[in-house]
C-alpha cells in the first residue's frame, strides 16, 4: 500500500520542525498556536442520562489568548490518543477527523467563524471508549496553518483533574474505584513483622541454614578470585562501604566448582562464618554472580553502626531457566543509560533475559548498516505535510522531531554496549523485530527508499520494498493503522528480513555474546490483511496455499530459514505457533502442528477471556514456552482503576500482589471452578516445554524514566520472585485453609522485606529509582482511624486538618483518635511521597 500524504509527515524548514516564522501566526495576522490554550476533560454523566454501552463524554476546550484570530478556516489542530475517536463528529463548528492510526486532528467546519482573541470555544464529544485514566488522555497537540503546512506549533495544553473511575459503584466491575477502605483490607491480608522475622534474602532461596553467630565487617574484604571471575569479583568489592577501614576485612573467597544436588549452571553456594569469612561457590560465573547479589541482601543497610553479616549457608538455583524483562522502547524512546539501570535492577534480582523490544509502528530503534532510512525516517517522529520524511507523531510526542521520547535510536557502539553490558552480568539481550504487523515503521522507512532510488534511476529501488504498492487490502491494526504490514508476497521482504537478522547477529558477535534466538514478532496481524494484494494473491498461485493463513505459515516457514542460517532458534509471539480458526462463528487459535519440529519459541501473553488455556494448548502440543500472560505480567497495567493510577487497562489492573499470586504451571488457580471447566490443564509433557516467565513494559504511557521506574518497581520484585523460588507450598495443598495460612505467611514475608529492606536498600544507595510509593488503606474503627500500607514498615504520615502530609507531619503509630480529615501517605528513605489518603473521622 502506498503513502498517503497525510500519514507521513515531511521535512520542514530548519531542523526543529517548528523554525518556519509563519508558524507564528503574526506574519499571517492570525493567532499563534503557541498563545492557545487548549484543555481536555471528562464529562460527569447528567442525572438520568443514558450513555451508550461503553462511551465517554468528553469536551476539548479552546481559548484563544493572543491579540490575533484564529480564522474560520485554513488550519488544523492535530493530537494523538491511544483510544479509538468519533470521526467525523462535530461540535462548536469543528470536525474531528482520523489522519492515521493515533493521530487525529480538529479542523473547522463550513458555519465555523473564528475565534476572536479572549474567546473560548468548546468541542464535546463522546469517546468510544471508557476512559477515566489520565494516561489514556489526547496528548501533544499543535496546531498547523495551510499556509505553513510544514510547521506544527505546539499548545499549551492541560489535561483536567479526573476524580472517578467510570464504574464507581457497580460492585464487582474490575473497573470499580478502589476506595481507602478497600485498600485497607487488601493490605490486611498481610501482618507487620519484627525485623529479625523478615526474611533476608529476595527471591526466596531454595535452603538457608542459619548459623549462630555474626561476622563483623572491620573493613573491606580481601577478595580471592580466578581473573575470569573479574567482573563478579568487582561487583563483590562493590558491596562494602568506603566508610570501611581499607585492609581489616574478611576474606571472601570465589570459586567455581560444583554444587552438590543443583545441575543448573545458575546454582551456587554461599557460606558465611565468623572463623572462616565468605565463600561463594558457582557451577558457573553466572552461579557466582547470583550468589554476590545474595550477599548484597544480606549486607546491613548502609549508615549501620557497627555493619555485620549474619552467620549462615545457602544453597540456591533457580525454579526457571528463562526469567524476563521485556522493555518497549519503540512505541516512547528510552536512552542507553535507562537502559543500563534495568540491566543492573534485573541482576540484582537474578534476572537473566532482557527482551529488546527495538520496533513496532510507531519507531524503529536500532541502527542497521546499508539500511539508514529504518533510523533516518524510522527513528523519528515529528509533523510535516509531505510524506516519506518521518513518522507522524504518536503517543503525545508532538511536531517536534527532536522529541526525546518520539525520536531517537541506538547506534551500532550503543547497541553493542549493552549487549555486553548485559552479558557482564549474565544477561542474554534478546531483540525483537516485530513483523510482519506491528511494522509501519519499517515500511515506511523502505518505501521512502524505494521512491528516492527509483527516482534517481536505480535499478536496485525495490530491493528491500516491504509493501506491494497495488495492495488494496482493508483492515485496521489494533493501533488503527491500515498500512503497517509486511508483504509476504515480495521477494524483497525475505531479502529485508535477511539483512536486518544478519546486521543484528554481526553485533552481537562483535560484542562477545552471539545471539541464540531472536524475537521474530508475529503479533497481532490484522484481519484483512494481504487478501487484496496482488503480490501476495500470486504467491499464494505460484505455492498452492489457499488461505492467508497458509501464507502465514509460508512466511514464517521463510524466516525461519533465514534465522536458522545464522546458526539461531525462532522466537515470537504466541501467534507463531497457532493457527486462526473458528469454532461456531467465533474467532479461535489453535495449536499449528506446521511447526512443533521447527523449535520455535513462543511467547504468550494472552490469557483473555476465552484464551485462558492458550499457553498450555501450545505447550501440550510441542512448543516451548514463556508464560507472559497480560493479567498477571504486563507492567504497563495501571494498578487499578482509579484515576490517579497511570498506565492502561485493555488486558487488565495489575497490582503487586497480582503477580505475586501467579501460578505459572496452574494459570487459572484462582479462578472459579466453573470458569475452569473445558480449559485444558498442563500435562507432565507440557510441563517440560514451560522455559520460564516474563514481564513485559510496553511504553505507550512511559514518556519518561520515571514513569518505567514507577510501572515497573516494585513489581518486578514479584516477578523475580515467581521466576527463581520454588513453587510456593500455597500453590501445591489442596487444603484451602491451610493454603490461605501458608500464603499469608509468605505474603507477609515477602512484603515485609520489600518494605523493610529491599527498597529501603534502594534509596539509602542512592539508585534514584522513583518507584511507586503505593497509597495508605484507611478504615474507622471506633471513632479512631487505622491506617496500613501494602509494605509493612514504610513511614505513614497523617494531618487532622484536611493539609497534605509532609516528612515533618506526625508518624502513625497506632490508631489515630484525633478528629477531623485525617489525610495519610507514606514516605520512602529520602523523603518521597506516595499518593494521599483520605477519611473523616468526627
Not at 476524580?163 to 466491575?173: F, I, L, N, Y
Not at 512448543?623 to 504486563?634: A, E, F
Not at 514451560?690 to 505507550?700: C, D, H, M, P, T
Request: net charge neutral; hydrophobic share 40%; glycine share 10%.
Amino acid at each position: 500500500m502506498a503513502l498517503a500524504a497525510p500519514t507521513a509527515l515531511a521535512e520542514p524548514a530548519g531542523q526543529s520542525g517548528q523554525a518556519v516564522p509563519a508558524a507564528s501566526g503574526s506574519a499571517l495576522g492570525v493567532a499563534n498556536g503557541a498563545r492557545l490554550q487548549l484543555r481536555w476533560e471528562l464529562q460527569r454523566k447528567p442525572a438520568g442520562a443514558q450513555l451508550p454501552q461503553g462511551g465517554t463524554p468528553a469536551r476539548f476546550i479552546l481559548t484563544n489568548c493572543d491579540r490575533q484570530p484564529l480564522p474560520g478556516s485554513g488550519w488544523s489542530l492535530y493530537f494523538t490518543g491511544i483510544d479509538r475517536m468519533p470521526a467525523g463528529a462535530q461540535s462548536g463548528g469543528l470536525v474531528l477527523e482520523q489522519v492515521a492510526g493515533g493521530l487525529f486532528r480538529l479542523r473547522p467546519g463550513p458555519d465555523f467563524q473564528g475565534l476572536a482573541p479572549g474567546q473560548t470555544l468548546e468541542f464535546a464529544y463522546r469517546h468510544n471508549d471508557s476512559v477515566f485514566m489520565p494516561s489514556r488522555s489526547p496528548g501533544g497537540p499543535y496546531l498547523v496553518y495551510d499556509a505553513a503546512p510544514d510547521a506544527g506549533v505546539s499548545l499549551q495544553y492541560t489535561v483536567a483533574t479526573l476524580t472517578e473511575p467510570a464504574q464507581r459503584g457497580k460492585v464487582g466491575s474490575p473497573h470499580s474505584a478502589v476506595s481507602p477502605e478497600d485498600t485497607y483490607w487488601r493490605n490486611a491480608r498481610a501482618d507487620l513483622l519484627p525485623a529479625s522475622n523478615v526474611p533476608p534474602v529476595l527471591p526466596t532461596p531454595l535452603r538457608l541454614q542459619p548459623g549462630a553467630s555474626r561476622l563483623a565487617l572491620a573493613g573491606r574484604p580481601n577478595i580471592s578470585a580466578p581473573a575470569a571471575l573479574a567482573n563478579e569479583a568487582a561487583l563483590a568489592r562493590s558491596l562494602f562501604p568506603a566508610t570501611l577501614a581499607a585492609s581489616g576485612g574478611p576474606p571472601l573467597r570465589l570459586t567455581v566448582g560444583a554444587v552438590e544436588g543443583h545441575a543448573s549452571s545458575e546454582a551456587y553456594r554461599l557460606t558465611i562464618s565468623a572463623a572462616g569469612g565468605i565463600d561463594i561457590v558457582g557451577n558457573s560465573a553466572a552461579g557466582i554472580a547470583h550468589g554476590v547479589q545474595t550477599l548484597r541482601d544480606l549486607m546491613p543497610l548502609p549508615g549501620a553502626a557497627a555493619p555485620a553479616l549474619p552467620e549462615l549457608t545457602i544453597v540456591d538455583a533457580p525454579r526457571f531457566g528463562y526469567r524476563g524483562f521485556m522493555l518497549d522502547v519503540a512505541r516512547n524512546f528510552h536512552g542507553k543509560e535507562t537502559v543500563f539501570k534495568w540491566l543492573d535492577l534485573m541482576a540484582r534480582f537474578k534476572l537473566n533475559k532482557f527482551h529488546f523490544h527495538l520496533t513496532d509502528d510507531e519507531g524503529w530503534r536500532i541502527e542497521i548498516a546499508g539500511l539508514p532510512e529504518l533510523t533516518t525516517i524510522g527513528a523519528v517522529r515529528g509533523h510535516s505535510a509531505k510524506p516519506g520524511v518521518r513518522l507522524q507523531p504518536a503517543y503525545g510526542s508532538g511536531p517536534d522531531p527532536r522529541d526525546a521520547s518520539g525520536s531517537g535510536y541506538y547506534t551500532r557502539a550503543d547497541y553493542k554496549e549493552i549487549v555486553r553490558y548485559a552479558a557482564a552480568r549474565h544477561i542474554e539481550v534478546i531483540p525483537e523485530v516485530e513483523m510482519p504487523g506491528h511494522a509501519r515503521a519499517a515500511v515506511q522507512a523502505m518505501e521512502s527508499r524505494y521512491h528516492r532510488l527509483k527516482s534517481a534511476g536505480s535499478r536496485d529501488a525495490a530491493r528491500y520494498l516491504l509493501n506491494d504498492l497495488d495492495d488494496r487490502s482493508e483492515y485496521v491494526s489494533a493501533q488503527l493503522f491500515n498500512d503497517n504490514v509486511i508483504n509476504p508476497g515480495l521477494e524483497s521482504s525475505y531479502t529485508f528480513v535477511e539483512h536486518v537478522v544478519r546486521e543484528l547477529a554481526a553485533l552481537h558477535r562483535e560484542a562477545g555474546a552471539p545471539m541464540k534466538t531472536i524475537h521474530m514478532g508475529g503479533d497481532e496481524l490484522a484481519n484483512g490483511a494481504w487478501e487484496k494484494s496482488p503480490a501476495s494473491l500470486a504467491m499464494m498461485r505460484k505455492h498452492g496455499l489457499e488461505t492467508s493463513a497458509d501464507l502465514w505459515d509460508y512466511f514464517y516457514d521463510r524466516v525461519d530459514a533465514i534465522v536458522c542460517k545464522y546458526g539461531m532458534v525462532t522466537s515470537g509471539w504466541e501467534e507463531l505457533a497457532a493457527r486462526k480458526t473458528t469454532v461456531d462463528g467465533a474467532s479461535k487459535l489453535i495449536p499449528n502442528p506446521r511447526f512443533t519440529r521447527n523449535g520455535f519459541i513462543a511467547y504468550v501473553w494472552n490469557n483473555t477471556p476465552g484464551a485462558e488455556d492458550l499457553a498450555y494448548r501450545l505447550a501440550n502440543a510441542g512448543y516451548d514456552i514463556v508464560l507472559t500472560p497480560v493479567t498477571r505480567m504486563y507492567f504497563d497495567m495501571a494498578h487499578n482503576a482509579n484515576p490517579e493510577e497511570h498506565g492502561v487497562n485493555w488486558g487488565a489492573y495489575v497490582e503487586l500482589d497480582t503477580v505475586y499470586d501467579f501460578a505459572p504451571l496452574d494459570i487459572m488457580k484462582d479462578a472459579p471452578e466453573a470458569a475452569r471447566v473445558g480449559k485444558d490443564r498442563l500435562t507432565e509433557y507440557g510441563k517440560r516445554r514451560v522455559r520460564g516467565i516474563q514481564a513485559n513494559l510496553f511504553s505507550e504511557t512511559a514518556r519518561d524514566p520515571a514513569r518505567l521506574d514507577y510501572l515497573v518497581m516494585p513489581r518486578m520484585a514479584a516477578l523475580a520472585e515467581r521466576a527463581w523460588a520454588a513453587a510456593p507450598d500455597w500453590t501445591t495443598t489442596a487444603d484451602p485453609a491451610k493454603a490461605a495460612a501458608l500464603h499469608r505467611s509468605a505474603w507477609s514475608g515477602f512484603v515485609n522485606a520489600l518494605g523493610q529492606r529491599v527498597l529501603p536498600r534502594l534509596d539509602l544507595e542512592g539508585e534514584g529509582l522513583a518507584y511507586r510509593i503505593a497509597p495508605p488503606g484507611l478504615v474507622l474503627d471506633n471513632g479512631r482511624v487505622l491506617a496500613n500500607h501494602v509494605l509493612p514498615g514504610m513511614t505513614l504520615r497523617y494531618t487532622r486538618d484536611g493539609s497534605d502530609p509532609t516528612p515533618a507531619s506526625s508518624p502513625v503509630a497506632g490508631p489515630i483518635a484525633e478528629r477531623g480529615m485525617i489525610r495519610v501517605a507514606a514516605f520512602d528513605r529520602k523523603r518521597r511521597r506516595g499518593p494521599v489518603a483520605s477519611i473523616e473521622s468526627r
